[in-house]
């Protein structure tokens, strides 16, 4: 099944800065990677995704690159603010399931913390 | 339009007890789906329901758990007994079922945390 490896864990800027988070997924058929905000004390939600025939997609603040040959993909958030503090979450399907959202394979989070 | 919903948001049981989680999913989400995340780690699939069948129920620990979705509209999961390492916050998540509005985003609910003593 697919494997997605997520680092780092915790990731601590200034406001203003820049953050990266990377992902490493094992499934080289996989072909859909989004991206999830979850806040505290409220569910995931979708803050950007990424199909395979693209190598970058970006919205305002926040872009996604994708590297189908090293198999990783990242989420950059340029002009860190307080409220961007979240835990963080890749995804992947496994390969086989034609890019759909299904059963998704999540990283362990990366917590991001944006000082004032 | 009200989201996915979930109850309880935090529910406190001893071992060998039985816990009931319900999700709401959003009107006209044919696809709802379980997942868990134990403390620290991954957010984990459990099962994936369009309508009232479940398509994919690979991801359910052991036969102690039991997931039910009747009528195709809000789904139930049951543990009994529940043991110390059913710990941790279930999420159910929703979307639409093929077409143009499945854009492969899954709406999720704020999730059930489950204490196990």
């Known amino acids: 099944g697919e494997n997605v490896e997520q680092h780092p864990s915790t990731l601590s800027v200034q406001e203003g800065d820049s953050a990266v988070i990377k992902c490493t997924y094992s499934?080289?058929?996989?072909?859909?990677f989004p991206w999830y905000k979850q806040e505290l004390g409220k569910g995931p939600q979708l803050i950007i995704d990424?199909?395979?025939?693209?190598g970058e997609k970006k919205d305002q603040r926040i872009a996604v690159t994708l590297n189908k040959t090293a198999k990783h993909f990242s989420l950059h958030i340029t002009e860190t603010q307080p409220e961007d503090s979240a835990v963080y979450f890749c995804?992947?399907?496994?390969?086989?399931?034609?890019?759909?959202?299904?059963?998704?394979?999540f990283g362990k989070g990366t917590l991001l913390t944006v000082n004032p | 339009e009200a989201g996915v919903t979930q109850f309880p948001s935090h529910s406190v049981i001893e071992k060998g007890q039985t816990v009931t989680l319900r999700c709401d999913p959003i009107?006209?989400?044919?696809?709802l789906y379980w997942y868990r995340r134990v403390m620290g780690k991954e957010i984990k699939f459990l099962l994936h329901?369009?309508?009232?069948?479940?398509?994919?129920e690979s991801g359910m620990p052991n036969n102690r758990f039991l997931a039910e979705r009747t009528g195709g509209t809000y789904s139930t999961l049951k543990v009994q007994p529940a043991e110390l390492e059913d710990s941790g916050v279930y999420f159910c998540?929703?979307?639409?079922?093929?077409?143009?509005?499945?854009?492969?985003?899954?709406?999720f609910g704020e999730g059930s945390r489950l204490t196990v003593l």
């Open positions: 998540a929703s979307s639409f079922y093929r077409g143009p509005r499945d854009t492969g985003e899954l709406f």
């Open positions: 499934d080289s058929a996989s072909n859909y």
């Open positions: 990424i199909r395979s025939n693209v």
């Open positions: 995804a992947a399907p496994p390969g086989r399931s034609g890019g759909s959202n299904y059963k998704l394979t």
């Open positions: 009107s006209g989400h044919d696809n």
């Open positions: 329901f369009v309508k009232e069948s479940k398509q994919d």
